[in-house]
């Protein structure tokens, strides 16, 4: 009897674990998933950031320093965490208003 629970313990781990795995792989391909955002460009103590309509969002990956002020539309790879949000700027161009 002893037996018979270790085993299906073990295969009760084994499946949870399994569960938690596919999540998070799942959740690490998605993450690679391109968005596009629009908002202006502002300086904080916190670095460049895109200021959108749903949160303001750290800039990496681009150098939008000449673009404080301005309305733009970045694409790239959205990062949220429990802090804060980041996007990896792969392309951008300015919204004329």
Do not use: N, P, R
Request: negative net charge; hydrophobic residues 45%.
């Amino acid at each position: 009897m002893k037996l018979h629970k270790t085993l299906l313990s073990l295969l009760l781990c084994a499946f949870v674990f399994s569960m938690i795995s596919t999540v998070c792989v799942h959740k690490g391909f998605a993450a690679d998933e391109q968005e596009t955002i629009a908002g202006v460009v502002a300086k904080t103590d916190k670095g460049i950031v895109i200021e959108g309509e749903d949160g303001d969002y750290i800039v990496k990956g681009a150098d939008l320093s000449k673009m404080v002020g301005k309305m733009i539309e970045a694409t790239g790879i959205i990062t949220e965490t429990e802090k804060d949000d980041f996007i990896d700027v792969k392309s951008f161009e300015e919204i004329q208003e």
